[in-house]
């Protein structure tokens, strides 16, 4: 076997096998039309010769795929992954992928256009409510690539989501219940989830003081409540996510009230939240699922299916963090 250089290439494997080259090439597919003891033999000679597979490069180059799938992510890695609607849609991307040869590529939020257009991927998973969705969206589709959002607001081009509006209508119903009339909001940083989330709380408490987080943070939460009690008193506050709901509630019993009797808090997602131990009133969406079904969409758009919309259901979880409206004085 004559050899140009010391890397050991197909082409020696082939030689070593007594093949050709597309056989020996076959015998490192899946479902490639060769004859078992064929293919044994292949990967004997492989072996022998320390021969690892194909360069992943030149098949993509040949296929025109690259067996990569971005998710978007928050700008700082650090605080994507404290996100625990993040870690949630990660783990269900993962769970879809884990039987296929594609892998995961995390894509900041802040990239520039110009580093879009060069992006190594074959679709992307738009996790949670980036606010630069459109913008991704816009640059992925003159290169004909697929997203598909997870976490976001439900629409026609691309979603695995829920109806964000009419589950929180689920929780301002339940604050009627109780009686509560007076509902302050700590909402998300601008976006379509926002948008419909706020548009369904305002629907059923018209003139509700808003306070604005930057983030969905724990202590975005506290500040934001903060702020709102400074210039309001409401009996219950509809916070945007869970963990700005236990921000608002730290930040109520720093002010001496007690939850819920001085004041109920609702949130929104249903997640986990380390050192918070009491059970908090809030949405639950299945976002592990979410996350899954948004990267089996991708794996089937590269066969031409078109993108999802998909709605996904809700559930109404009653905690210790909400009860009657207390009695004014």
Known sequence: MTRGSNRITLVHVAEAAGVSLSTASHAFG????????????????????????????????????????????????????????????????????????????LIPDSVPEERLRTLPVDGIVAAGCSPTL???????????????????QVDDIGSVGVEN?????????????????TVGIVRLRH?????????????????????????????????ATTELLDRSRPTAVIAQSDLLAVGAIRAAQSRGLRVPEDLSVVGFDGVRIDGFDRILTTIRQPIVDM????????????????????AMDVELI??????PAPQAD
């Open 30 to 105: 899946v479902d490639k039309p060769i004859s078992d003891a064929t293919r044994a033999r292949v990967l004997a000679a492989a072996a022998e010769l320390g021969y690892e597979g194909p360069d992943p490069r030149a098949r993509s180059l040949r296929s025109g795929r690259t067996d990569i799938i971005g998710v978007q992510v928050d700008d700082e890695a650090g605080r994507a992954f404290r996100d625990p609607v993040i870690i949630g849609i990660l783990d269900g991307v993962s769970a879809a992928l884990a039987a296929s040869p594609t892998s995961v590529l």
């Open 134 to 152: 459109p913008q991704l969206r816009a640059a992925m589709a003159k290169r004909s690539i697929p997203v598909v959002t997870a976490g976001n």
């Open 165 to 181: 509006r009419s589950a929180t209508a689920l929780l301002t119903e339940h604050l009627r219940s109780l009686g509560h009339r």
């Open 191 to 223: 976006g379509d989830v926002e948008k419909a989330r706020t548009g369904a709380a305002l629907a059923a408490f018209a003139g509700s003081p808003i306070a604005v987080s930057t983030d969905s943070t724990i202590d975005e939460g506290f500040r």
């Open 291 to 310: 996350g899954r079904r948004a990267a089996q969409a991708l794996l089937a758009a590269q066969d031409g299916a078109p993108l999802p919309t998909v």
């Open 318 to 323: 009653v905690g210790d963090t909400t009860g």
